[in-house]
């Protein structure tokens, strides 16, 4: 694993380098990023062992909920995916129980502080920052924590265009752009306070909620209202090895690569055609890494069709109807093994395959991040929720919810506002709704002229391509944000490739008959390299299934207004010039699969809960025992106990109760307790802890 | 359907006294509102288990129980993480001190393990101790600690195979009697017939006495607790600092106690002064700030470990303290095993065997004393001292 050094969206800031020491060796990290990132930038993925069955540790969630990646840092025990790097610092595996440091100075304690609001946002994510916008507007109080560094939520790992309305929702705009500018502007708003690295961890009866500001100050807000936009966390899936270190969620390599900017791998294999598995799969790509193939359950990917488009152009074998079998790997993952799923949901015999890859991401689904909503309710607080912790979809989906929630406040709070609600509402329906089927397009017959070419053929909320035209010459049908677009054609069409580079799916290209009827110029958008191609190059132009072969660059050009989205133009023969849809860079040779690795397994080799290493065949026994009663499982087993308090496991148990039959209203849910995360006690002393730093 | 006894309220007091009376031959129902074993306050005990109490009775009844937990493992190759570390009152004050000193003396009377020990001794006991004004304290070294919900389990489990039997969800609505004795329970969804009923219902004890028209003085007053990440174990014994604190800010306290599990976690619970009486659960703000002040104080090299989880459980107190054991005058049939004072867990096992030993009529002479010490009809003057 290496630094990424070139990316062509993402600038490579100048970091300082900083040493330090595992298990004594000097080895370099950056300033200013976590211990979990620099041990990945020095191909350490192994960060302990288990206390119960001596299993290898490694990164999971990358968000400081569970203790998989826990290290001990000059002899503190630590999150690596949370706690900074500093100079000199001394980091060991965390191998079993890690000691608790015999500093036995006196320290002083100090009291709490209690803050009161008009309204406390958590997190600053799309919702959270469109909430706070509108709120801070009508100059109300407001405090808005979020757990990272910069706001923006997961707007921040988001190198691609992002969908939507651009009137609304900025589309068009990558999701690192949106994240800035939302930020920014909350940032400016005088009534509104921002406390970034802090995070929620409880909610309590009287009305307060307990923060961690800064990471390591102890503070108790006690607002009028509260806005929880949380956001999602990434579900997991149950296979033989899918604790092996490398097999993580799409989410913590997003964090690994696109914030840290870490080669995190050599190899990946995803797990889920959703959305989020597709663009992780496309940012894999951006960072120069291959994508050896892609799984999804179902007979086609629930991800937007132009997503899929872009990783199938680029060579990246998607398996539908496909399931992982097992993660293999003696310390880490070395190999996956995928299968084709029979109309029964069971692996057809013969159709089993291997694949090499050292990352396994898995992208089958969300859940909201809801439980403090949940608790606020319960004990009476004046409570909202927005964003996909309210209900998990897009982006562009949560700016909407954030704001209207935000209105709802306000007109609690007395302020008036000329929104129309109900037409906000109408507008976020829309741009949380499932993507439908592909539909069928007819092939322009026009071979005259320079005109754009759409290969968006999925009726998707989406009208970037409307708004750029300097000869407003792009419509989408009836003007419906949902329809899919077309060139009217009443003006000519002045081939400034604005449309090419804003359309988030990269799927229109400019095709242009002008000098020569037999051998158009298609010009094509490229967001894989940073670097600026020379007329003359040859490259591999693919159309959405296949290599059309190698052609020469006539023109390479960034706009002013897009400068990540090269322009890429190549002179084609007239009868491949409608189906080319882009251009492709990877190296292959990595897609194929291996020697089959087969090895026999049982529900007790499967891990359900992660953090006490309870296995799929215990529950299952508990089960059938008769316990339907998700305290009692956790009293018996452990699962659910451990760091992340059953964030993880949770709806993997009531998975396996429906395999066995229990239906969901006969299932007891088990109690949610605080805290959100773990905390050190000195922390609720109000003293400094020490972080494994000074 | 017609049992030798209905127990009330699967929990830390019903399901051992279950296991017993099971054992002995008694046909046994025990019956809870709740879907599953353990549900009501069981699972917001810490854990300990100690005999130190100033009351010969309770001192007894734990001895007793600490046989079982100790004996449990080896007897049933079931762990239910029994540890024998022992326990520390400690003292900071001269006051403190003496009334330590003079319980410790009513205890080695009663037959207890103990003895007053010096700051040294403790600080070996809990190193990295502050010990600034430490004078000393007790230390008790056959107390031990157990895990709550593995207890309960295993206890459940056994009195199973010995044939007592449970039903779930079901909430007891009335106690029926006949000429003043018990005649068996109505709930929700059936009648049951026994000529014996054992209130064991924790903190709902007053509900029970109710439907039989009593008012037994047991009022729930709720602690919180919290648990850690566990961490190498380096101490044994559960640590009780005594001495009260003045908190202006998140409420003031009276002692709090901790202690490090067998899986390393370390459990802690306080006690807010002024209690607070009633059934809420629901967790607060003031505990986590409350009581690590206390925590990191005391032992500073604590700062450094990760609290997980807190919750708010409920201990029914009775006037004195001390449990309220046996059968009434007012009512044949009837049984008492209510106000363990948050003390069930530890209680649990001995009473259980005592409770058995009342119905079947093989009382001893210590358990006469015992259940004369504890009766209802008591005066409610000898105060606990080691609440």
Redesign the interface.
């Known amino acids: 694993m290496e630094n990424i050094t070139k990316h062509p969206i993402l600038e490579i800031p100048d970091k300082k380098n900083i040493e330090f020491k595992f298990h004594g060796k000097p080895l370099y990290g950056f300033e200013g990023m976590v211990i979990s990132s620099a041990l990945f930038l020095n191909k350490i993925k192994i960060f302990g062992h288990h ?1 119960k069955d001596d299993s290898p540790q490694g990164l999971f969630c990358a968000n400081g909920q569970c ?1 998989q990646c826990n290290v001990i840092a000059n002899g ?2 630590v999150k690596a995916c949370m706690t900074p790097l500093t100079e000199g610092m001394m980091i060991e595996r965390c191998n ?12 002083e ?1 100090r ?2 502080n ?1 803050i009161n609001t008009d309204v406390l946002v958590i997190g600053g994510g799309p919702a959270g920052l469109s909430a706070t916008k509108v709120l801070g507007e009508s100059n109300i109080d407001v405090i808005l924590v979020d757990d990272k560094s910069k706001l923006g939520g997961k707007l921040v790992l988001q190198t691609h265009k992002f969908f939507g309305s651009q009137k609304d929702v900025y589309a068009g705009t990558r999701g690192i752009e949106i994240g800035k500018i939302l930020g920014d502007v909350v940032s400016n708003l005088k009534s509104v306070k921002i406390w970034v690295n802090s995070i929620a961890i ?1 909610i ?3 009305g ?1 909620v ?1 923060i961690i500001k800064d990471m390591d100050k ?1 503070v ?1 807000i006690n607002p009028k209202y509260l806005l929880i936009a949380a956001g999602a966390r990434e579900k997991m899936l149950v296979f033989p090895g899918n604790t092996l270190p490398g097999v993580y969620g799409a989410g913590a390599f997003q964090t690994l690569v696109n914030r840290d900017l870490i080669k995190a791998a050599e190899n990946v294999f995803i797990i889920g055609g959703g959305n989020v598995g597709l663009i992780a799969g496309y940012h894999a790509i951006q960072a120069g890494i291959n994508v050896v193939g892609l799984v999804e359950a179902l007979s086609q990917c629930g991800g937007y069709k132009v997503h899929e488009d872009k990783l199938r152009r680029l060579g990246v074998p998607i398996y539908t109807n496909h399931t992982v079998i097992s993660a293999n790997g003696q310390d880490k993952l070395e190999s996956i093994t995928i299968g084709k799923l029979t109309d029964s949901w069971d692996i057809e015999p013969g159709s089993e395959k291997t694949f090499a890859c050292d990352t396994l991401l898995i992208a089958v689904g969300l859940d909201p991040v809801d439980e403090f909503y949940h608790k606020a309710q ?2 009476n607080i004046n409570v909202w929720i927005a964003g996909d912790a309210q209900e998990i979809a897009e982006a562009s989906a949560a700016m909407f919810t954030g704001k209207i929630e935000a209105l709802k406040i306000l007109k609690e709070i007395g302020v008036p506002n000329s929104e129309n609600l109900e037409e906000l509402e109408d507008l976020a329906n829309l741009m949380k709704a499932k993507p439908p089927d592909p539909v069928q397009t007819e092939v322009i017959g026009k071979e005259e002229g320079i005109f754009p070419l759409f290969h968006c053929n999925q009726e998707i909320p989406c009208n970037p391509c409307t708004s750029v035209c300097p000869q407003e010459q792009i419509k989408t049908v009836d003007d419906l944000i949902t329809q899919l677009p077309y060139f009217i054609d009443d003006q000519d069409c002045i081939g400034c490739g604005k449309c090419v580079a804003v359309c988030p799916g990269l799927a229109i290209t400019l095709i242009d008959y002008r000098k020569d009827k037999e051998s158009p110029v298609v010009t094509f958008p490229l967001e894989l390299t940073s670097e600026k191609f020379e007329v003359g190059r040859t490259v591999m132009v693919v159309s959405n299934d296949r290599n059309l072969g190698e052609f020469e660059v006539t023109r390479a050009r960034f706009l002013k207004e897009f400068p990540k989205t090269q322009l890429v133009s190549v002179k084609l023969p007239s009868e491949i010039a409608k189906t080319a849809v882009g251009i492709k860079l990877m190296q292959s040779g990595y897609t194929e699969a291996m020697n089959l690795y087969q090895q026999p397994y049982t529900d007790d080799d499967i891990i359900v809960c992660r953090c006490e290493r309870v296995s799929v065949g215990e529950i299952r026994k508990w089960i059938r025992n008769g ?3 998700f ?2 499982l ?3 087993t452990k699962t659910g ?1 451990g ?1 992340c ?1 059953g964030k993880t496991c949770t709806s993997l148990i009531n998975r396996i109760f429906r395999e066995e039959g229990i239906t969901q209203e006969n299932i ?1 849910p088990g109690t949610k ?3 959100f995360v ?5 922390v ?4 400094k ?2 972080k494994g730093g000074k | 359907m017609e049992y030798d006894v209905i127990i009330i309220g699967a929990g830390s007091i019903g399901v051992p006294t279950a296991l017993a009376t099971a054992k002995s031959g008694l046909k046994t129902l025990v019956l809870d509102s709740l879907p599953s074993v353990a549900q009501g306050d069981n699972k917001h005990a810490i854990g300990g288990i100690r005999a130190t109490h100033s009351l010969k009775s309770k001192i007894w009844l734990c001895q007793r129980s600490i046989e079982i937990f100790a004996s449990w493992k080896k007897l049933y190759e079931d762990d239910i993480w029994w540890e024998q570390g022992g326990y520390c009152f400690l003292a900071f004050t001269n006051e403190h001190e003496q009334m330590l000193k003079s319980t410790v003396r009513q205890q080695k009377e009663y037959g207890l393990n103990i003895d007053y020990v010096d700051s040294d001794k403790i600080k070996e006991l809990v190193p990295g101790i502050n010990d600034d004004n430490l004078l000393g304290g007790t230390y008790s070294p056959e107390d031990g600690n157990s895990s709550p919900l593995l207890a309960l389990h295993a206890f459940y489990r056994k009195s199973r195979e010995f044939g007592a039997e449970y039903n779930f969800s079901e909430e007891v609505i009335d106690i029926t009697t006949k000429n003043k004795k018990i005649a068996g329970v109505k709930t929700n969804k059936a009648e049951y017939k026994a000529q014996t009923i054992i209130n064991a219902t924790g903190a709902h004890a007053r509900c029970i006495g109710n439907m039989i028209n009593i008012d037994f003085p047991v009022v729930p007053e709720s602690h919180e607790a919290g648990i850690t990440e566990p961490v190498k174990k380096f101490f044994c014994t559960m640590v009780i600092d005594i001495k009260p604190a003045i908190d202006k800010k998140f409420g003031n306290s009276k002692n709090y106690y901790f202690y490090q599990n067998k899986e390393g976690k370390i459990i802690f619970c306080l006690t807010p002064e002024p209690n607070i009486p009633g059934i809420d659960r629901r967790e607060t703000s003031s505990f986590l700030p409350q009581i690590t002040k206390r925590m990191v104080n005391l032992l500073p090299r604590l700062r450094n470990i990760k609290i997980r989880r807190t919750w708010r459980g409920l201990y029914p107190m009775t006037p004195d303290g001390n449990p309220i054991i046996g059968r009434i005058d007012e009512i044949e049939g009837y049984i008492n095993a209510v106000g363990a004072c948050g003390q069930g867990f530890m209680l649990g096992p001995g009473l259980g065997e005592l409770l058995s030993r009342v119905i079947t009529e093989k009382l001893n002479s210590k358990d006469h004393e015992m259940l004369r010490e504890l009766a209802y009809g008591r005066d409610y003057y000898k105060i606990e001292d080691l609440k």
């Open positions: 206390v203790s503190v025990p079993g129980l890690p000691e608790l440091p015999s500093e036995d100075v006196r320290v304690v009291d709490i209690i409880a309590f009866s009287d307060l307990g102890y108790l319960q004990f316990v339907h009663d305290n009692e956790k009293a018996l106990m760091a308090g007891i307790r605080p805290l773990e905390v050190p006690m000195g609720f002393a109000g003293i802890t020490k």
